[in-house]
């Protein structure tokens, strides 16, 4: 597959980007930068693709890889450090608020993640590229859910501060989609499987049964995500010829040391692929033991 060129890539591409192209599309909405348009590229994205109009051409002159330190994304929220963002008890309305505030930006970030799975690496079966495209627009449903929520609770997507985490992974594993399929969905998003459990239970011992029916959905759906990059992370070391629980794990010790850390939703990473001997590495793994994760920790 072609490298990545040198130089970030900026919206102002989207005019010669070719209605065919599978990654086309996916830079067209991985570009934008405006949430509800975003949400609608997505869901066309799919839509395309489903009807057969969209197919990969690796070599399409309209979308080359390149660089993107920026995906598209709205002026707010305002990025600061991890540690800097708020956190609330689940028993207040403002809690409340944060907690959902910061699982849309997950989801929202997500959608960019998907369409930059299919847009960076080229020359993959087409099953790949069905796979991601069809995952961006569940990230883009799960966005607009939760955006849905936070205008029930009175706020809005961007009100308060996030970070930049998820995004600065796809930067590190943009060299290697190898790299890219243990990361993103193995480690950060199957995070989401982990602690999404514990966030379920305390929303509703508050009495939030609205935002314990959205975090049901997501948490359900992201099992096939994270089944996705398990199988495609499989399918690149079989053509490499290298293991794959070992790879997993040096790759996430090297590029993301500490990620890996309990609690770890055994039956959940099971359902989404994970061996028996990655299980049994992971409940051996520091602090795998059961606790109860902040709202910002999913991301």
Same mark, same amino acid.
């Given at each position: ?189 199957? !995070? =989401?499987?982990?602690?999404? +459990? ?6 509703? %011992? @508050? /009495?939030? *049964?609205? &935002? ?48 890996? !850390? =309990?609690?770890?939703?055994? +039956? ?6 994970? %061996? @028996? /001997?990655? *299980?049994? &590495? ?18």
């Amino acid at each position: 597959m072609p490298p990545s060129q040198s130089g970030p890539m900026t919206a102002s591409a989207n005019s010669g980007l070719k209605a065919d192209c599978v990654h086309c599309a996916a830079l067209r909405c991985l570009l934008c930068t405006e949430t509800q348009e975003k949400v609608s590229l997505a869901s066309a994205m799919h839509a395309e693709q489903l009807r057969g109009a969209l197919s990969s051409r690796p070599d399409c002159q309209a979308c080359p890889v390149v660089d993107i330190p920026v995906p598209g994304r709205p002026a707010r929220p305002q990025l600061v450090p991890p540690r800097a963002v708020a956190s609330r008890g689940l028993g207040t309305p403002a809690g409340r608020v944060a907690l959902v505030h910061a699982v849309a930006h997950i989801e929202f970030n997500a959608i960019n993640l998907a369409c930059d799975a299919v847009y960076r690496f080229r020359g993959l079966p087409a099953e790949y590229y069905a796979d991601w495209v069809a995952i961006a627009a569940d990230e883009a449903r799960h966005f607009q859910m939760l955006q849905s929520r936070l205008v029930d609770l009175g706020a809005s997507y961007g009100d308060l501060d996030a970070h930049d985490g998820l995004w600065q992974m796809a930067v590190a594993t943009a060299h290697d989609p190898l790299a890219r399929m243990a990361l993103v969905p193995r480690v950060l998003e199957a !995070r =989401g499987l982990d602690v999404t +459990p514990g966030m379920i239970e305390r929303l509703r %011992s @508050a /009495g939030d *049964l609205a &935002t314990v029916a959205c975090l049901e959905i997501i948490l359900e759906e992201e099992v096939a995500h994270v089944a996705a990059g398990t199988r495609w992370f499989r399918y690149l070391c079989a053509q490499r010829a290298v293991d794959p629980e070992a790879t997993f794990f040096a790759l996430a010790d090297a590029i993301a040391p500490g990620a890996l !850390r =309990g609690p770890f939703n055994l +039956p959940k990473r099971k359902a989404a692929g994970f %061996s @028996a /001997g990655e *299980l049994e &590495t992971l409940g051996m793994r520091p602090g795998a033991g059961p606790r109860i994760a902040s709202a910002g920790e999913a991301g």
